[in-house]
């Protein structure tokens, strides 16, 4: 494996080093603007690390899904080489379909709690510029040892200690506009995503459906997951206009028990999953010892909703918001 990094800093050393001598011999000050043109290198900041590209990345490989439509939205989508995880095809138009399933899968096999299971190795064949989406076996300090930059989502990284709101979407897609060097495409982008959220948000319900709880049931039976004021899952429930029944519970995800949910007694429960029956969620939920004396499960007021739809802040949680006040009017 190391040869194979070799072969591909030597060519960029080289042309460092010819720019270099290019820029020292040109004697015309128009010529050394020519030279001097362009916007790298770019730094940005991610997860609380300093990440610099000397040009726009060619070879990216994706480990987590939630990338996806801020490169698709930006026409970058197409410089992935390999993807691995899950990419439920209900999350995308036939468009970003067509392009994601040309992009070679390396794997998609995860465990219980939906974490990414794939080798160091798998990943360095691809001989990435930029690799999305940290996972256990690759952090950023592992990559970039060999080289590889990574970039996660804010979200996701593991010293996250924000609120989420909207304006890191629009944020997000200003950062991959800097990284891309399509700016004003990432600007205009950002722009419409800022206006769909305030065309979809509604005031605070009156009635009975007032209070929510955002949960990742296990299906087949083990942990329950609730999600508090520091994940996009509480901004998307104020927009839909309702009280998230944790938002008393400084963090993003945690375990709970039955009876903490039945404490809390939410009017609405939304269900997320990463993939499968829908029908299979809802049962992790409704078999929970004690759930039937819940009120949402004794009204139905259950909404399964894809991960993404939800968290982490996407151009997707956007989406998954007006899927949530559609589901919200039917309720009434």
Known sequence: MPHRWLRRLVPVVSFALGGALLLAACGEPGQQEVAAE?????????????VTFEQAPERLVLLKSASVTYLDALGVLDRAVARAGEYPPDYYDADTLATLVDIPLLTDRTDTSGHLQISKEAVLEQEPDLVFG??????????????????????????WAAEPTWDDIYDQMR???????????AEEKAGELEAEVESITVEPREGDVT?????????????????????????????????????????????????EL???????????????????????VTSLPGADDLG????????????????????LTIEGLRKLVDALESMQ
């Open 38 to 50: 362009g916007n790298y290198p770019v730094t940005v900041e991610n997860c609380g690390a300093e």
């Open 134 to 159: 940290s996972v256990d076996n690759l952090e950023r300090g592992t990559l970039e040892a060999v080289g590889i930059p990574l970039l996660e989502e804010p979200a996701l990284c593991p010293s």
């Open 175 to 185: 950062m991959y506009g800097e990284v891309f060097d399509v700016r004003e495409l």
């Open 211 to 259: 209070t929510a709880a955002v949960l990742y049931p296990t299906v087949g039976g083990g942990v329950t997951y609730a999600y508090g004021t520091h994940s996009m899952a509480h901004a998307q429930l104020e927009s839909a206009g309702l009280e998230n029944v944790f938002g008393d519970v400084d963090q993003r995800v945690f375990e709970i028990g039955v009876e």
């Open 262 to 284: 039945l404490g809390r007694d939410p009017d609405v429960l939304v269900l997320l999953h990463s993939d499968g029956d829908p029908q299979a969620v809802e049962g992790a």
């Open 296 to 315: 949402a499960v004794r009204e139905g007021r259950l909404i399964t909703q894809l991960f993404n739809y939800t968290e982490p802040a996407t151009p």
